[in-house]
């Protein structure tokens, strides 16, 4: 950590905040269901898609037994909370989501 940061940065940097959602998806209790397969890829096609359409600004897969994915949403919680009740997986039991609103700065992303 060898940037000094003034606080002329930090506020700055907070002027430029704008609002977004956090998409925390967990494993739920249909995980091992017959057929979970052919809905889990269902489900990343959905994701995938929202991705490519800009709902989603950055989505990570977790490699993890509780949790399986975050999605950063560019859409207010209470609409982020409604698609993500459509999501496939969730409508099966099969992962569950829970959505916060949140904060991002424009131009961050994720090293190449």
Not at 15 to 20: E, K, N, S
């Given at each position: 950590?060898g940037?000094?940061?003034?606080?002329?940065?930090?506020?700055?940097?907070?002027?430029?905040?704008?609002?977004?959602?956090?998409?925390?998806?967990?494993?739920?209790?249909?995980?091992?269901?017959?057929?979970?397969?052919?809905?889990?890829?269902?489900?990343?096609?959905?994701?995938?898609?929202?991705?490519?359409?800009?709902v989603?600004?950055?989505?990570?897969?977790?490699?993890?037994?509780?949790?399986c994915?975050?999605?950063?949403?560019?859409?207010?919680?209470?609409?982020?909370?409604?698609?993500?009740?459509?999501?496939?997986?969730?409508?099966?039991?099969?992962?569950?989501?829970?959505?916060?609103?949140?904060?991002g700065f424009?131009?961050?992303?994720?090293?190449?």
């Open positions: 950590m940037v000094t940061v003034t606080d002329k940065d930090i506020q700055d940097l907070a002027a430029t905040a704008r609002p977004l959602s956090i998409a925390l998806l967990a494993w739920g209790p249909n995980r091992a269901m017959d057929g979970a397969d052919a809905v889990e890829l269902e489900h990343q096609r959905r994701m995938v898609t929202l991705r490519a359409d800009g989603i600004a950055v989505l990570c897969p977790v490699g993890s037994d509780t949790t994915g975050v999605a950063v949403m560019t859409v207010p919680a209470e609409e982020a909370t409604a698609i993500m009740a459509e999501d496939p997986c969730v409508r099966a039991g099969m992962m569950t989501c829970q959505v916060h609103p949140c904060h424009p131009g961050d992303s994720i090293p190449r």
